[in-house]
């Protein structure tokens, strides 16, 4: 099972199963010298679990996160971060008796056809959205780099199912008001018909997706790699990589196609002695490098695919049709928990390309 590791200059490889000892991530390529500590994982950990019940799963574990190696004196030595969390909450009873019943919408029956059925399918083993703590850790160290150049990641929900944040809100407004909501909605109002939404489908023994949003502040011009390494073409890859995600767009995305070239284009202007755009529809990326406004993409999650109503499989040692209903703790919605995710997913790949620009020194200047 290769594929898990991405990144050129900060590879960060993850591994680990929903309910085996551990999810952990290792980092190489970090460069020494940045202040770091268990507690400025654990904040960012802290953040994936919304503190209100309403909204998440039974599975909600505190994650306690443990720094093995790179660390010395509380900065980073250059060598391999490696950094752990336990599984202490994983309840493996329910899986048991569907191991024959592939679970519609999750990866059950074709990872036991790729891997002859030797994978750990309890809870989702690899393809677990628990595989995500190892996206959050590595993303909290990535930020920590970014912020030595100023640059700033927020991510945050703008739909969930049909209800729609339609409020344009300062980059300011977004960092202070999105994780006050149980959905991570920095729109106080259109937050509470989102929960209201997902407390209705729950009821049903339904799920919701929705969209979440991501801005990155502060990205100097020309980061990337083109052709195949473009920016935006790795933003898009690690964002695929995550549970649930089913499309990404940047700026105006998949609206661009209705519009005239004359309305696309992000026209140029001088700002304070700087070069600007008037609109910013390309998101920030252009041919694949980082055009120096704020980089804005997008990304679909699905419903939840584990549901309470009954739903049509088949039983794979049997090779008849059957009925599934899924038990154990699932959220109804995934979106609040995905959040910091995306915004560890697109903090991961700055930190990787502005390394790969020289942006950030192999050794970072000690603060004194
Ligand atoms: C943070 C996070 C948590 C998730 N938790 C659950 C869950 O509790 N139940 C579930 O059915 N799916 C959950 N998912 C989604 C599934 O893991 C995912 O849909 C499934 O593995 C199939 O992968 P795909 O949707 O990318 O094709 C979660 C996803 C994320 C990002």
Known sequence: MAGNSIGNEFVVTSFGESHGKCVGVV??????????????????LDRRIPAQPKIVSGRIEKDK??????????????????????????DS???????????????????????????????????????????????AVAKKLLSTLNVDVLAYTTAIGKVKMDNSLSPEEIRERRYKTAVRCPDSTCAEAMEEAIVEARKEGDSLGGIIECIALNVPVGVGEPLFDALDADIAKILLAVPAVKGVEFGLGFAAAELKGSENNDQYQMHHGKVMTLTNNAGGILGGLSSGMPIIVRVAVKPTPSIAKEQRT???????????????????????????????????????????????????????
């Open 27 to 44: 980092i190489d390529g970090c460069p020494a010298g940045l202040p770091l500590s268990e507690k400025d994982i654990q904040a960012e």
């Open 65 to 90: 996160v443990e720094i093995l190696s790179g660390v010395f004196n509380g900065f980073t030595t250059g060598a391999p971060i490696a950094m752990m969390v336990a599984n202490k909450e994983a």
């Open 93 to 139: 009873s329910d899986y048991e008796a569907i191991k024959d019943l592939p679970r519609p919408g999750h990866a059950d029956y074709p990872a036991r056809v790729r891997y002859g059925g030797f994978n750990d399918y309890r809870g989702g083993g690899r393809f677990s959205g628990r595989l995500t703590v190892a996206l959050i850790m590595a993303g």
């Open 314 to 368: 088949v039983n794979l040692s049997r090779m008849e049709d059957a009925k599934i209903t899924v038990k154990g703790r699932h959220d109804p919605c995934v979106v609040p928990k995905a959040v910091p995710v995306v915004e560890a997913a697109v903090a991961t790949v700055l930190a990787d390309h502005m390394i790969r620009a020289g942006l950030i020194p192999k050794v970072l200047k000690e603060k004194k």
